[in-house]
């Protein structure tokens, strides 16, 4: 069972068929899935599944703070289901591929206090850019 379906199970959320398939096409590491693909997957499992209800799941699951909206050059949203651990991305520039990274320190001390303009820092997201190997070779 996929850490994102647990999580819905303890949170008492309604899990019908339909949502239940959703969180398991988003179950496991380095997952970062368009609405179209986590379509694709769903209606592999579960063939009367809608583009509408897979649209409607993804936006109640960001709205519960279960799924993050990854967004990256003009390129489609993506839907990264590890939400509880922080972590920063790892983009390959080319085929758009991204990897979850969990680089070591404090990126919100890194920022020097003239450089935060009076603000009371919460949060840091960073992406790292690149080229992965299988587009190099």
Not at 14 to 43: C, F, N, Y
Not at 45 to 68: D, F, H, K, Q, W
Request: proline fraction near 5%; include cysteine.
């Amino acid at each position: 069972m996929s850490d994102l379906l647990k999580r819905l199970r303890e949170r008492g959320w309604r899990l019908t068929a339909q949502r239940r398939v959703v969180a398991e096409v988003l179950g496991g590491d380095h997952i970062h899935l368009t609405a179209d693909e986590v379509h694709a997957r769903a209606v592999e499992r579960l063939p009367e599944i809608s583009r509408a209800t897979v649209y409607n799941t993804l936006g109640e699951l960001v709205t519960l703070g279960e799924l993050v909206e990854v967004s990256t050059d003009h390129r489609a949203t993506r839907y990264d289901p590890n939400a509880h651990r922080p972590h920063h991305h790892l983009l390959c520039d080319r085929c758009g591929t991204i990897r979850d990274v969990h680089p070591v320190g404090d990126p919100l001390s890194d920022l020097p206090e003239s450089e935060r303009f009076g603000y009371t820092l919460a949060d840091v997201e960073l992406t790292y850019r690149g080229v992965c190997p299988d587009c190099t070779a």
